[in-house]
């Protein structure tokens, strides 16, 4: 090799992590929360889109193989890494973040992670991509006054996954309508081409769910159904909106 020491190329990044890399801005330090193998953050670097990186991981075995990836790529220098629960690792930066990653987690846990870590957030873009619940998160961003900038559907693999992009409120900025908390104030409006067939597989999820819940009798499954039925009606509803066009 000449005595050239060979460069490490970042790992190629799946559908969903390339479309959570293109709602990125550059900015100078960014937070990987759930990094597990890192390949965000390899990416993130190596594409000179911030000079610096938290990646946290609340478990040390999956935060190894970040270690490894950006150890081999000598991108050590301008990473710090934490074993933490949700944003508890930010108190390691100099100052905080200008951007954060949260993927691949239950819309709960997520909701969870901003909540509490709201007092280290100062304002920064947070870009999410919750598994379940999104409702919840789409209104934990408001109670923590954020709202969303944009939404988007990918494909990856054979599932589809909806990634979200959140800045501070505007002065006066509502709260979002339940229509936009189920459905998405952006996905509703601008109807992406893999958000329709994400729609028609949370149709079949809540479908099934209704089934299963037809004979429940308690207060609180009585009021669950009434809320399945409610979001399988605007699904419904944003599915048929294709057909007309």
């Known amino acids: 090799m000449n005595g050239q020491m060979r460069t490490i190329r970042a790992p190629q990044l799946d559908e969903r992590l390339e479309a959570a890399v293109a709602m990125a801005v550059p900015c100078h330090i960014c937070a990987d929360i759930g990094a597990d193998h890192g390949h965000l953050s390899a990416s993130m670097l190596s594409r000179?889109?911030?000079s610096h990186m938290?990646?946290?991981d609340i478990s040390d075995k999956a935060l190894d193989k970040a270690r490894s990836l950006l150890g081999t790529m000598q991108l050590e220098e301008k990473v710090t890494f934490s074993v933490a629960d949700g944003l508890d690792g930010a108190v390691l930066l100099p100052q905080p973040p200008d951007t954060v990653f949260i993927l691949g987690m239950g819309g709960e846990t997520m909701a969870h992670i901003l909540t509490k870590g709201q007092p280290v957030l100062h304002g920064a873009t947070l870009i999410l991509s919750p598994q379940t619940?999104?409702?919840l998160v789409r209104r934990t961003l408001c109670d923590i006054g954020y709202r969303l900038r944009r939404e988007t559907a990918v494909t990856s693999g054979k599932r589809q996954y909806i990634l979200m992009r959140a800045e501070p409120a505007?002065?006066?900025?509502?709260d979002y309508t339940a229509e936009e908390l189920i459905l998405g104030p952006i996905l509703r409006r601008e109807r992406p081409k893999d958000w329709q067939l994400y729609l028609r597989r949370e149709q079949q999820y809540t479908?099934?769910?209704i089934k299963a819940m037809e004979k429940a009798t308690t207060q609180k499954d009585l009021e669950r159904l009434a809320q399945f039925r409610?979001?399988?009606?605007?699904?419904d509803e944003a599915l048929q909106s294709y057909e007309k066009e």
């Open 207 to 209: 479908q099934s769910a």
């Open 133 to 135: 619940d999104l409702p």
């Open 170 to 174: 505007l002065p006066g900025e509502a």
């Open 230 to 235: 409610e979001t399988l009606c605007l699904i």
């Open 54 to 56: 938290l990646v946290s």
């Open 48 to 50: 000179g889109l911030c």
